[in-house]
C-alpha cells in the first residue's frame, strides 16, 4: 500500500531534508507534494535523484485525501494549518514546539516512547520533539530503565542549522567578511556567530532560563514519563550542522561505565565511538548526514554517587528533526493504521 504525503515547509532546512529522507528510505508514496509560504511560490525542490516537485503555496494547497502531511514550517504555520489538515482526516507530524505540550497530543522518539503513538487519533497530530531533547532521551532512556535518573545536567552546542538557513548564511557571511577585513554583520543572531559561541538559543523568559531551555526540560520529561531534575544551557557555536552536549547523569542507583556502554550498544539509534586515544572521540562535523546519535567521552563522574559523563553528537537536521518525523509515519504504517481506501492506492 502506498501513501499520500504533503511536506509543507519544503523549501526551508528541515523540510527538504525530509524530502530525502522519505526517497532515501523508500516511503511508500503515491503522491508527494511539496508545500510552503506565498514567499516560496514558484520555486522548486528535489525528491529523490530524478524528480523535481513544484511548490505550492500552503494557502492554495487543499489537504484532502492526504495520508500523511508533515510541517517543518515554524509554530505559526503549523498553529493555523495542522489543525486544518488534520480535520480534514490527514495525520500531521509537526516539526514546531507548538503542539508538544499538549496533553492529548503525543511527543513521539520512536526508539523511546513508540506506545504513546496508540493516542494519535486523539487529535490526528503527533508532535516530533526538539533536536536536543530527542538525542538526550535516546541516551537517557537506557540509563533510567537501568538504574533510575536523579538529576541530569546538560552544555548544549548548537549549531547554526538549528535557527534556520538564515542563520547559516550569517555564519558564512561573517566568516567572510572577517576574512576580507569588513564588517562581521549580525542580523538573524543575538551577538557575532563567527569565531564565537552565544550563551543564548531562543528568547530569555523572566526567571533567566532561554525558551530553548525549557523546552528540552518538559520535552525530555514528557517523552521518558518521568519528573527527573533537570538543569540546562543552551549555547549557539560556529558550526553550520550537528549539535553535540556534555551531559552529568546522577543515577537512583550504581552502573558502572561497562554496563552503560552494553546498555547503549543494544539500543537501537545509537552508536558509541569512543577511544581514549586523540582522537577517539565524535565531533559535529563528523555526524552530518548520519541517522545514529553518537556517544563519546563515557566516564564516571566521581563527585556525585552514581555519576556517569558522556558527550552527544547527533545531526540536527537529520535525526533531530527529518528523519524522526519520518520514522513516525513508519511506527504508524506497521503498528497501528489499518486500510483505508479513501486515503490509500
Not at 482526516?89 to 492529548?104: A, K, P, T
Request: aromatic share 8%.
Amino acid at each position: 500500500m502506498k501513501y499520500r504525503v504533503a511536506v509543507v515547509g519544503a523549501t526551508g532546512n528541515v523540510g527538504r531534508e525530509i524530502l530525502n529522507t522519505l526517497a532515501e528510505r523508500n516511503f511508500p508514496i503515491s503522491e508527494i507534494q511539496a508545500v510552503a509560504s506565498s514567499l516560496s511560490g514558484g520555486q522548486r525542490v528535489s525528491f529523490g535523484e530524478d524528480i523535481v516537485l513544484d511548490v505550492i503555496p500552503i494557502t492554495e494547497f487543499d489537504f484532502t485525501g492526504f495520508d500523511f502531511v508533515l510541517f517543518s514550517a515554524g509554530n505559526l504555520v503549523s498553529a493555523e494549518f495542522a489543525p486544518i489538515a488534520a480535520e480534514m482526516g490527514c495525520i500531521v507530524i509537526d516539526n514546531s514546539s507548538h503542539f508538544r505540550q499538549e496533553l492529548e497530543i503525543p511527543l513521539i522518539v520512536p526508539e523511546v516512547n513508540p506506545e504513546a503513538l496508540a493516542s494519535y487519533r486523539n487529535c490526528n497530530i503527533i508532535a516530533n520533539p526538539n533536536c536536543v531533547a530527542l538525542p538526550l532521551t535516546m541516551a537517557l532512556k537506557p540509563l533510567h530503565d537501568a538504574a533510575g535518573l536523579r538529576r541530569v545536567v546538560v552544555s548544549t552546542y548548537q549549531s547554526v542549522s538549528g535557527a534556520g538557513k538564515a542563520a547559516m548564511d550569517e555564519l558564512f557571511n561573517q566568516t567572510r567578511a572577517i576574512y576580507m577585513n569588513q564588517p562581521a554583520i549580525k542580523e538573524e543572531l543575538p551577538k557575532q556567530i563567527a569565531f564565537n559561541v552565544i550563551p543564548q538559543v531562543d528568547i530569555f523568559l523572566p526567571d533567566g532560563t532561554t525558551f530553548e531551555e525549557t523546552k528540552v526540560v518538559l520535552e525530555t520529561q514528557k517523552i521518558l514519563g518521568v519528573e527527573v531534575a533537570m538543569a540546562i544551557t543552551c549555547v549557539r557555536v560556529p558550526v553550520f550542522i550537528g549539535h553535540s552536549m556534555a551531559v552529568a547523569v546522577e543515577l537512583e542507583n550504581p552502573l558502572s561505565v561497562g554496563e552503560a556502554r552494553a546498555l547503549w550498544r543494544e539500543f537501537p539509534g545509537l552508536s558509541i565511538i569512543d577511544y581514549r586515544q586523540e582522537d577517539g572521540y565524535v565531533t559535529p562535523i563528523e555526524v552530518v548526514g548520519e541517522d545514529p546519535v553518537f556517544l563519546s567521552r563515557i566516564r564516571s563522574d566521581k563527585s556525585v554517587e552514581n555519576g556517569l559523563l558522556f558527550w552527544i553528537c547527533s545531526d540536527n537536521l537529520r535525526k533531530g528533526a527529518a528523519l524522526n518525523a519520518v520514522q513516525i509515519a513508519e511506527k504508524l504504517i506497521s503498528d497501528y493504521l489499518e486500510p483505508n481506501p479513501n486515503h490509500m492506492t
